[in-house]
């Protein structure tokens, strides 16, 4: 065998590449991810593919000439012309596969295994994207539907004149969905490469903590203040003497049950509670 240190060079890139490769191919080909990042990291991959087997076909190249030299007892030309080789620059031919148009370039074995680095860097960041987005969805629709949750609430409430103006909501929960949409907008335009760095993931769950608190604290505020009006209407009612009136049960009972302290929707328990307050101010319909 003849030994030079650009063969051998060749051999150990050719080796090193061909394990990047196979390494990642597991780890893109296991991610069940849709969208651009995942598609941009298959691409990356067939590009990594193409550099790795460059570098497989020189080594080919290199081990038959080499053999040959053996065979032809160490012929001075032929180890002249394995030296040139193992020296010579690659042409790199990237398929359509790639994710790209066809295309080839020359070269040398240090650039493509920098090329490789790179497409391994690319490769984990376009992965790390699609897990993000796989582990994003359910918490980033979580978090969302507790707000608009809220939301209702509290116009429920200001329609029903119950509280002290619109209460202000989590801060941090609105920095977070913020945070998200910009998120979600950077990955959706294939601007993966950019996303920001952090537990994202984290804190949508924890603001979402944050408003289902809230909006528990809320509903809680807005119970006890219609059971409060619902006493002191009935209250008044004993007091104007119209407690026996059979027109006025109906309504108190309806409140009465719209009120449940296991459960109640705030807007029929609003619109129930109102119905008696008019009833016992005389404004039946």
Same mark, same amino acid.
């Given at each position: 065998?003849?030994?030079?240190?650009?063969?051998?060079?060749?051999?150990?890139?050719?080796?090193?590449?061909?394990?990047?490769?196979?390494?990642?191919?597991?780890?893109?080909?296991?991610?069940?991810?849709?969208?651009?990042?995942?598609?941009?990291?298959?691409?990356?991959?067939?590009?990594?593919?193409?550099?790795?087997?460059?570098?497989?076909?020189?080594?080919?190249?290199?081990?038959?000439?080499?053999?040959?030299?053996?065979?032809?007892?160490?012929?001075?030309?032929?180890?002249?012309?394995?030296?040139?080789?193992?020296?010579?620059?690659?042409?790199?031919?990237?398929?359509?596969?790639?994710?790209?148009?066809?295309?080839?370039?020359?070269?040398?074995?240090?650039?493509?295994?920098?090329?490789?680095?790179?497409?391994?860097?690319?490769?984990?960041?376009?992965?790390?994207?699609?897990?993000?987005?796989?582990?994003?969805?359910?918490?980033?629709?979580?978090?969302? &539907?507790? =707000? !608009?949750? *809220?939301?209702? %609430?509290?116009?429920?409430?200001?329609? #029903? @004149?119950? $509280?002290?103006? +619109?209460?202000?909501?989590?801060? &941090?929960? =609105? !920095?977070? *969905?913020?945070? %998200?949409?910009?998120?979600?907008?950077? #990955? @959706?335009? $294939?601007?993966? +490469?950019?996303?920001?760095?952090?537990?994202?993931? !984290?804190?949508?769950?924890?603001?979402?903590?944050?408003?289902?608190?809230?909006?528990?604290?809320?509903?809680?505020?807005?119970?006890?203040?219609?059971?409060?009006?619902?006493?002191?209407?009935?209250?008044?009612?004993?007091?104007?003497?119209?407690?026996?009136?059979?027109?006025?049960?109906?309504?108190?009972?309806?409140?009465?049950?719209?009120?449940?302290?296991?459960?109640?929707?705030?807007?029929?328990?609003?619109?129930?509670?109102?119905?008696?307050?008019?009833?016992?101010?005389?404004?039946?319909?």
């Amino acid at each position: 065998m003849v030994m030079t240190s650009a063969y051998e060079d060749t051999r150990e890139a050719c080796r090193a590449v061909a394990r990047t490769y196979l390494e990642l191919d597991r780890f893109v080909t296991g991610q069940p991810g849709r969208g651009i990042a995942a598609q941009d990291a298959l691409d990356l991959l067939h590009q990594l593919g193409c550099l790795a087997q460059t570098l497989e076909n020189r080594v080919d190249e290199l081990v038959a000439l080499d053999r040959r030299i053996e065979e032809h007892g160490g012929d001075p030309a032929l180890r002249a012309e394995l030296l040139r080789l193992a020296s010579t620059p690659c042409r790199v031919v990237f398929t359509a596969a790639t994710g790209v148009p066809p295309r080839s370039e020359t070269m040398p074995v240090a650039r493509i295994v920098a090329e490789a680095q790179e497409r391994e860097r690319e490769i984990r960041l376009a992965v790390r994207a699609v897990r993000l987005g796989e582990a994003l969805a359910g918490p980033g629709v979580a978090l969302r &539907e507790q =707000l !608009a949750k *809220l939301e209702t %609430l509290i116009a429920d409430a200001l329609s #029903a @004149g119950l $509280g002290h103006g +619109r209460p202000q909501i989590s801060p &941090e929960a =609105l !920095a977070v *969905l913020d945070r %998200l949409a910009l998120w979600e907008k950077a #990955a @959706g335009s $294939g601007r993966w +490469r950019e996303l920001p760095t952090g537990d994202l993931q !984290a804190d949508v769950v924890r603001a979402t903590e944050g408003v289902i608190v809230q909006r528990r604290a809320l509903r809680q505020g807005y119970y006890a203040e219609l059971t409060g009006r619902l006493a002191a209407y009935r209250q008044k009612a004993a007091d104007d003497g119209l407690g026996e009136l059979l027109t006025l049960d109906p309504f108190y009972q309806a409140a009465r049950r719209a009120l449940r302290p296991d459960g109640f929707d705030l807007a029929v328990a609003g619109a129930a509670v109102l119905a008696y307050q008019r009833a016992v101010n005389g404004d039946l319909p």
